[in-house]
């Protein structure tokens, strides 16, 4: 067991402390939060058929029940740690990897403006689904539809910087998604303001 002194964890104030609770807050935003959005971002992460946006499937739809965000997390659908473990015969053919990166200092030393980015890939065997939709971009349409202009607390809001494409080899490939978190010193003054909104 490692004991560590109450009054050094006290006297500690970084904003990096806060980062697994604005990870946590991220997919929470894109999971819980609005139920349609996170029923199709699982079914283009989970199922690799190309109709896998179909209403009234009754096999797509239990398999979905099935699956929290813990179980994506676990499975690696969803990752947060920036390993790309492409594993030969693995049921994952798409996964997101959520980053926070470039933080940079503001003028209230409590925030830090940061780059967000959401890694989309797909196996491209899996990639291309019906009516020329291609499976990473339909997934960073739900992203974006979701985490533009939202406020993160203790990042701020966050403002669309960039997509491309990210070829990864011949067999794997997607897109990046960014956004940069400008910090709001007014919303600042009246106190911190936990949380998404």
């Not at 935003?29 to 946006?53: H, Q, S, T, W």
């Not at 202009?149 to 966050?158: A, E, F, H, P, S």
């Not at 009246?190 to 949380?195: F, I, L, P």
Request: net charge negative; proline share 3%; charged share 30%.
């Amino acid at each position: 067991m490692i004991r560590r002194s109450s009054s050094i964890v006290d006297a500690t104030r970084s904003s990096f402390f806060s980062y697994e609770k604005d990870l946590e807050l991220i997919i929470k935003k894109l999971f819980v939060e609005n139920p349609g959005y996170a029923e199709n971002l699982k079914r283009l992460l989970v199922i690799n058929k190309p109709d896998c946006l179909t209403l009234g499937n009754a096999s797509y739809d239990e398999l979905i029940k099935e699956y929290s965000v813990g179980r994506l997390k676990k499975e690696g659908y969803i990752r947060t740690i920036p390993r790309l473990a492409l594993k030969e015969h693995e049921d994952i053919k798409s996964f997101v990897i959520i980053m926070m990166d470039d933080f940079a200092p503001t003028s209230n030393d409590k925030y830090r403006d940061c780059l967000i980015t959401f890694y989309i890939f797909s196996e491209y065997e899996y990639a291309e689904m019906d009516n020329y939709e291609y499976r990473p971009i339909k997934i960073a349409g739900y992203i974006d539809s979701a985490m533009r202009d939202t406020r993160l607390g203790g990042l701020g809001t966050l403002k669309f910087s960039s997509a491309q494409q990210v070829p990864l080899n011949e067999y794997w490939g997607g897109v990046s998604l960014s956004y940069i978190t400008v910090h709001d010193e007014k919303k600042d003054e009246s106190g911190r303001q936990d949380g998404i909104s």
